[in-house]
């Protein structure tokens, strides 16, 4: 397996999962509706779980274009390979948001409530104020990528980082962390793919009343997880030197 296919595997598993337990909760007539934040927290952790511990070994697991972005802004990862990573999560990220609204679908239609099926697919603000939304996406994603530094086990002399099937556990428990602490003004993107992909998926799939894609929404779960992973790379450099 490729690490673009590893990638794009261990992706799409973490919004099989993620966008799964949102959709259980959310929609009209599952046995897990209305269930509460505290079961999607947990779905989303193991989603990581799963997520690494399929890719890990192959491509060191990122999931994440910000967490891409902060180890090659550390020099623990190949530029070159920077465009790949980020294709295979957006790729993974909109093709498993697809195969949850196919597992769905009759709840889908039975559900009238626009912003409860937009959750399901990507994320939006408990209260919008641009600035705050930004800065909550940005802390999130630094309380993430700062950590993953060193649980992966970067160094900036070139080498690889990998997070590997035994970090898996760490990591998960780590969003879980951010999900619980973290994750109730905005929904905890603190990863660009998993909101695009997922979003452009929303748009794309004819949903009966799905409402709006909030496209205007749709920068903050980009800018905010990129500024944080690069104040954690410039952190961990800086720690490092």
Not at 67 to 93: E, K, N
Not at 192 to 199: S, V, Y
Not at 210 to 238: Q, R
Request: aromatic content about 12%.
């Amino acid at each position: 397996m490729t690490p673009f296919l590893a990638e794009l595997l261990g992706t799409f598993l973490l919004i099989l999962f993620g966008g799964g337990v949102v959709a259980n909760v959310n929609l009209k007539e599952t046995y897990a509706h209305q269930s509460g934040w505290i079961v999607i927290v947990f779905g989303w952790a193991i989603g990581v779980f799963v997520g690494v511990f399929v890719a890990g070994s192959i491509s060191g697991a990122h999931l994440n274009p910000a967490v891409t972005l902060g180890l090659a802004l550390a020099g623990s990862f190949a530029w070159s390979m920077v465009p790949i990573y980020l294709l295979a999560q957006l790729l993974g990220a909109f093709l498993g948001a697809v195969l949850v609204w196919i597992h769905f679908k009759p709840h889908f239609h039975k559900t009238d409530d626009a912003a409860a099926i937009k959750a399901v697919f990507c994320t939006a603000p408990a209260i919008k104020h641009s600035f705050q939304n930004v800065l909550s996406e940005t802390i999130g994603t630094f309380a993430l990528v700062f950590p993953v530094f060193y649980i992966s086990g970067a160094t900036i002399d070139g080498q690889s980082a990998s997070l590997g099937a035994l970090d898996a556990l760490p990591v998960a428990l780590l969003v879980l962390g951010i999900g619980l602490s973290l994750g109730g003004t905005t929904g905890y993107a603190i990863n660009p793919a998993r909101d695009l992909g997922p979003r452009i998926a929303h748009a794309l799939l004819p949903i009966k009343n799905k409402g709006t894609n909030d496209w205007k929404y749709a920068w903050t779960p980009i800018v905010g997880p990129f500024l944080g992973a690069s104040l954690a790379a410039m952190l961990f450099l800086f720690l490092q030197s």
